[in-house]
DNA sequence: GTGATTTCTTAACATTTGTTCAGTGTGATG
DNA sequence: CATCACACTGAACAAATGTTAAGAAATCAC
């Protein structure tokens, strides 16, 4: 989808204002593999996924890979706390495949915002959005054996769950791949 | 502080506008115990907390209460996805001690940000505040330990350790108030 | 103040989850 | 083809956390 047409279904635009939208966004193309924001920087764009699929992920006091979200087509990617704080951020953010993203600076929101202001709203809608998802995410964490979480997501996120390494999966529930391996045997009686 | 001093302090109001902001927040008064919002309605108001301390939870599918947030002086408080779904919440928010509110109704706001459009900044600017504490607490939940999680909580908010009842806490971090009692005793030593 | 109620602690035991390590399969590369 | 790296599985054991039940401590109602 083109990020105008999705900015569009949230809130009207006008064909010239949907014309000075896809200006400000640039292109973007990721190889898989390649990273859209690694840890250490401050990062001051937001991308829009056109196509492809991403991972959040970031390394914990161990060491280890933790993997926060897995983001897919018509939605937007960014560390957003470091995004929004200006603050170099823990988080890394990497193609899973072959990835076409559409990339906005935060000066270039700014200006955008000033030239369309209902931009604010389309952005006070974008971030309520996200914390309704992190609020459903709390709650699995929070009350749920990782049986249960591993259940649902097999329920709602399909495709992920097919499409990406074991690992990513297991981290992104909050346990360990073995664990994942002994739960996955389980559910198959 | 008075709502429209907080609203201030993010986005800057003249003297007429923080007037109209006062107008719109109409005071609430909860003595502890009482409910703020109950599970099975639709929440369609947000309050600003004056004084006082609340507790937002739900009842998982145990039967068990859990403990989603603890809301303290000079901060929003609300069933955000049920006001930004219009759908029943599954949250109940309780007043743990008397408490002091300014209420407002979501057709109310949306009054206030067509009379001051910059209200929609600050509708953003909270809503991706809420976003950053929400990630925070995924990380928390997702990655660390019980026992480092209550550590963390002892040093970063030891006020509300201290004057909530224990299973409370309990919840809040995702384990047992058994648990919990028994990692008190660990960390004494 | 007294009894009743709730909250907290403790302990034994059960379950869940992590750790370690060995093995198996698979895909890439020379 | 041989090999290497990597992802996944499996099993044995260890650690973390839940469950149950009982008693101690605190709080509440009268």
Redesign the interface.
Known sequence: MMVSEYIHQIIALLQPEKECVENAFKKMELSKGDFFIKQGKVCDQVAFVVSGKLRNF?I?DAG?E?T?FFVTADSFVSA??SF??NTPTHENITALEDTVLRVISKKDIEELSILI?KM??F??II??N???I??????M???QSAHERYEKMLKENPEILLSVPLQYTA?FL?ITPQHLSRLRKELQK
Do not use: H, W
Not at 134 to 139: G, P, Q, S, T, V
């Open positions: 970031y914990d280890n933790v926060c957003f706390t929004l704080t202001p604010q709203i952005r006070r971030a309520e996200l914390f309704i992190m609020e459903k995410r709390i709650m964490l929070q009350s981290s909050g």
